[in-house]
Structure formats: structure tokens, C-alpha cells
């Protein structure tokens, strides 16, 4: 999800209702909590503002997707937003958050494609300091469970610039499928970029789910 689906110059005037939510669910009303050995995932707080904006502004964490908030009081408005989005069943934004600790340090996004929310899309963000210690791989295979077991998405996309080795990589690494390329397909500082196109299907994630073993959602 490199285009990020939030748009701050959209954002409601003070007082406008919330969006409606057509099927209420309970993680409509809130997002579970999702435990692993090394992370736990769980709603983004407003006290995950400062610590988001300084994990996901830097060159090397942003450079691959839409710019995102510059400010804590953007990524405060960030997560004002999220959480409407989720109370209309549209979206869900989980924050990560390392064992031991309180603030997030990444966020794992889904948004639906379709009004049943049976096709999906889910983008990624992590601060850099914490790559390559397993805590994506954790991170993303407790997103998917949510995503396929609790959700009951039928095919879940991504879309990651061609040049974004480690994204790409990423999403192999987890189980996805490159179903093909899609050309000049995302605008990043006036340039538009190739983008693969990647796939996992809900029994993509029941074989998986095998070799991972349960995760606990509460």
C-alpha cells in the first residue's frame, strides 16, 4: 500500500458526524490485540504520534511510499483518522510495538477493495532500526491471521515500486505472489514508477498457516 489511502486535505471540519458503519462487528468497534513473541500489534493511540513521526519520516523508511505526515499533530490527525475509517468498516490500522515497550514503531494497514471486504489491500511501515531483526515477518503473519481468519479477506494485494528491493523481498519472504507489473503506476517525486503487483489468497494463508502455528488474538 504505497499509496497511503489517508489524504489530509480531506480530513473533516471539527464536529462533522462520523462516518456510518453499514455492519457493525467488534473489530468494527475495536481493533484486537495481537500477541507475538517479539511484537505485540494493537490500535494506534495518540500517544503514538511522536514516536510514528519520527520512525516513519526518514529517507530510508519513506522514500518508497506516499509522504507521509511531517509533524506529531499530523500523525495525530493520522490516527484520528484511522479510527473513523475502522468504526466504518472500511480499514484497520494496526500499530507495532516492541515486547518490553509502549509506543509503536511501525503500522500495518488494510483497506478494503470492494463493499464486502472479501478483496483487500494491506501496506507496511517500520522504522528502520528495527529491520531485519524478525519483527516484520512476526508483524505481518499476525496482520495476515487478523486479515484471513477474522476479517474472512478472500484475496489480500500489495503494491510495491520495483525498485523497493526490500519490500519486495519482504512480501516474498511471507508468502506472497508476484502476479505482474504494474507500469508507471505510482507518482514519487515526480517520478512514476514501475510496481509489482502481489498477491496472497485466503488458501495461500490456511497452507501457511500450518508451518507458522496458531497466534493469539484477544
Request: proline share 6%; net charge neutral.
Amino acid at each position: 500500500m504505497e499509496k497511503m489511502p489517508y489524504q489530509p486535505h480531506l480530513d473533516p471540519e471539527p464536529g462533522t458526524p462520523p462516518l456510518p458503519a453499514a455492519v457493525v462487528t467488534d473489530w468494527h468497534q475495536a481493533l484486537p490485540v495481537l500477541s507475538g513473541s517479539l511484537v505485540t500489534l494493537r490500535e494506534l493511540r495518540m500517544s503514538d504520534a511522536a514516536s510514528l513521526c519520527a520512525m516513519l519520516t526518514t529517507e530510508e523508511v519513506s522514500r518508497f511510499i506516499s509522504p507521509p505526515p511531517t509533524t506529531v499533530e499530523g500523525f495525530e490527525r493520522f490516527i484520528a483518522w484511522t479510527h473513523r475509517q475502522r468504526a466504518a468498516g472500511q480499514y484497520a490500522c494496526f500499530a507495532v510495538v516492541p515486547r518490553g515497550a509502549d509506543t509503536a514503531v511501525g503500522l500495518f494497514q488494510l483497506r478494503t477493495l470492494d463493499s464486502a471486504f472479501e478483496v483487500a489491500e494491506w501496506g507496511f511501515a517500520l522504522g528502520s532500526e528495527y529491520w531485519g531483526n524478525g519483527m516484520f515477518v512476526e508483524s505481518a503473519q499476525l496482520t495476515l491471521d487478523f486479515t484471513f481468519d477474522v476479517v474472512r479477506v478472500r484475496r489480500l494485494e500489495a503494491r510495491a515500486a520495483l525498485k523497493n528491493g526490500r519490500g519486495n523481498g519482504a512480501l516474498r519472504k511471507v508468502g506472497a505472489t508476484q502476479e505482474g507489473v504494474l507500469r508507471r503506476s505510482f507518482l514519487r517525486n515526480g517520478e512514476y514508477l514501475d510496481q509489482a503487483l502481489w498477491t496472497i489468497l485466503d488458501e495461500d494463508h490456511r497452507r501457511a498457516k500450518a508451518v507458522w502455528g496458531p497466534r493469539v488474538i484477544h
